[in-house]
């Protein structure tokens, strides 16, 4: 099966800073690749996805870049703010079946 | 639109007991899955449902099961419970047809004593 690991597990950063979240997937039959964030307490929320047949997508301050060939994946945050604190995911998906990495623990420093 | 439902929200049960857990998609959305979350495991896909199909199947035991209404409603089963199984229940909802995004529940919180 799908195998997706994430890198750093956790990350602190100031705040105006940039975040970089890394993911690597092992199915190269995996052609969708969400992004979600979880606030404490909450509902994962999908923030940015991007499809196998694209090779980034930004919106406003978040981006996602795959490179398909070196299976790998990765979330840029520029300019972080307090409330982008919270745990990302990346996520792998191949026929509806979604394979998460194991999250991320994102710190902004005020 | 309303977004994706679940209940109840927290639950608690005793080892050897079953538990049934609903979740209703967003208005449209036909296909439900669901997922277990836990420290130690994270999120894992455990099943899917279209049209009341299941369409794929997630590494978990028998004890698990589910199952979809032709409203799109879905229910999951958990028998036999065990200290193991105490976890956040996750749903997500997806057209499908004409989308394959995920949109996810707020989740069942359950607790096996």
């Known amino acids: 099966g799908e195998n997706v690991e994430q890198h750093p597990s956790t990350l602190s950063v100031q705040e105006g800073d940039s975040a970089v979240i890394k993911c690597t997937y092992s199915?190269?039959?995996?052609?969708?690749f969400p992004w979600y964030k979880q606030e404490l307490g909450k509902r994962p929320q999908l923030i940015i996805d991007?499809?196998?047949?694209?090779g980034e997508k930004k919106d406003q301050r978040i981006a996602v870049t795959l490179n398909k060939t070196a299976k790998h994946f990765s979330l840029h945050i520029t300019e972080t703010q307090p409330e982008d604190s919270a745990v990302y995911f990346c996520?792998?998906?191949?026929?509806?079946?979604?394979?998460f990495g194991a999250g991320t623990t994102v710190t902004v420093r005020a | 639109k309303a977004g994706v439902t679940q209940t109840p929200r927290y639950l608690i049960k005793t080892r050897g007991q079953q538990v049934t857990l609903s979740c209703s998609p967003i208005?449209?959305?036909?296909?439900v899955s669901w997922y277990q979350q836990t420290p130690g495991q994270g999120l894992q896909f455990l099943f899917e449902?279209?049209?009341?199909?299941?369409?794929n199947k997630g590494n978990f035991p028998g004890r698990f099961s589910g199952r979809q209404f032709s409203n799109s409603r879905s229910e999951m089963n958990v028998s036999t419970l065990e200290l193991g199984d105490s976890a956040l229940y996750l749903c997500?909802?997806?057209?499908?047809?004409?989308?394959?995004?995920?949109?996810f529940g707020p989740g069942t919180r359950l607790t096996v004593t």
């Open positions: 449902y279209f049209s009341e199909t299941q369409r």
């Open positions: 991007i499809r196998s047949n694209v």
């Open positions: 996520a792998a998906s191949r026929e509806y079946k979604l394979s």
């Open positions: 199915d190269s039959a995996s052609n969708y």
């Open positions: 208005s449209g959305h036909r296909s």
């Open positions: 997500a909802s997806s057209s499908r047809t004409g989308g394959i995004e995920q949109y």
